[in-house]
């Protein structure tokens, strides 16, 4: 039997229906499954997520952000999206950002960074930061990797846990 190749995943701007519920179900699910978070993760990404379609709606390009997610085989198995930062003026917040474990390893994880630091750099942003939790092994390998830095760490009661809440910059 020959050995068939691994299919490839596409990057695609989130703006069919069903996308949005697709990117708030894999933070639900995965988040509660490898770190124990509660149902307020997948609420806290799917308000955001709404806010930032319905500015768009609003603003059209001009909207403070987009959204994108990585597709295999016509399922949504990672995403990625990028707002303006509301704390600091100029620069550009990562959010949304996960990869289903079965696809890490593929490159998809920095493809979708790439592509939302692409954004930040034709929004002329001077820069972008993240916000995250301690203990997301994957995802701080990959903003490490990119040149993302540590800037703030503070204890925090979030998603059902107590954890660190960390900052991470990158100056553009």
């Not at 390998?141 to 703030?152: N, R």
Request: net charge neutral; aromatic share 6%.
């Amino acid at each position: 039997m020959a050995a068939t190749e691994p299919a490839t995943a596409t990057v695609r701007e989130a703006d069919r229906p069903g996308d949005l519920g697709a990117v708030a179900a894999l933070h639900g699910v995965l988040y509660a499954r490898e770190y124990g978070m509660d149902a307020t993760m997948e609420a806290y990404v799917a308000a955001g997520m709404a806010e930032l379609v319905l500015a768009r709606v609003r603003e059209g390009d001009a909207a403070p952000g987009r959204l994108w997610v990585a597709e295999l085989d016509g399922r949504v198995v990672g995403a990625t999206g990028l707002v303006r930062a509301q704390e600091r003026p100029g620069w550009g917040q990562l959010r949304w950002v996960i990869l289903d474990p079965d696809v890490r390893g593929r490159g998809l994880g920095r493809r979708l960074l790439e592509t939302a630091l692409a954004e930040a750099r034709a929004r002329s942003y001077e820069g972008v930061l993240l916000w995250t939790v301690a203990g997301l092994a994957a995802a701080h390998h990959l903003y490490a990797k990119a040149g993302f830095e540590l800037t703030v760490s503070r204890p925090a009661h979030k998603f059902g846990l107590d954890t660190v809440e960390q900052r991470m910059d990158l100056r553009l």
